[in-house]
């Protein structure tokens, strides 16, 4: 009998200790747990964070492309506006004697008409030479601008510096020829001042 209460009383610790063993297993297990809990909810939570950076710099991307769209239309805008700008002012400089050549056109008209004028007086003949003299001095002043007399009697009527008011037949021309000039046609270089009025064989 007493062996067997010796027996007892030495397997119980045993019993005991296995029991704190089980029980340290299972706290073990569930920190385990907790920490997978743990460690899937900071993931998740830096899966949300990675998602919502994700989200902010496509949208900063997007902003940034939109800016620099609008920088570079600015730009284009401003090149437009210097390149428009420089040919204005190419453009002034170079018919800046327009506005003073159609104000002197009526002028010549009539010193022309006046040249025309048969006169046998000789203080009327004197007369008219010095208003020639005039006209000439005129007319090489306006060439040094860049003033040309339009081309018509003979040529071929040209809508562009020709300004038809009568259509007449003459054997003598070509169709669509211009047969007499009414009035003078000038250029400023390249530009029409003033087309000539004329009559065009039909």
Known sequence: ??????????????????????SEEN???????????????????????????????????????ETENRLLRLHADFENFRRRMRLELEAAEKYRAQSLVTDILPALDNFERA?????EDEKAKSLL?????VYRSLMEALKKEGVEVIEAV?????PHVHQAVMQVEDSNYEPNT?????????????????????????
């Open 178 to 202: 211009v047969v007499e000039e009414l009035q003078k046609g000038y250029k400023l270089k390249d530009r029409v001042i003033r087309p000539s009025m004329v009559k065009v064989n039909q």
């Open 1 to 22: 009998m007493e062996k067997e209460k010796e027996q007892n009383t030495y397997e119980q610790p045993t019993e005991t200790k296995t029991e704190e063993i089980v």
């Open 115 to 119: 040249l025309k004028i048969e006169v």
């Open 154 to 158: 003979g040529k071929p009527f040209d």
């Open 27 to 65: 706290q073990a297990e569930t920190m385990k747990q907790e920490e997978k809990a743990e460690e899937a909810e900071k993931a998740e939570n830096e899966k949300d964070e990675l998602t919502a950076a994700y989200e902010k710099i496509a949208e900063l991307e997007g902003k940034l492309a």
């Open 129 to 133: 030479q010095g208003m020639e003299m």
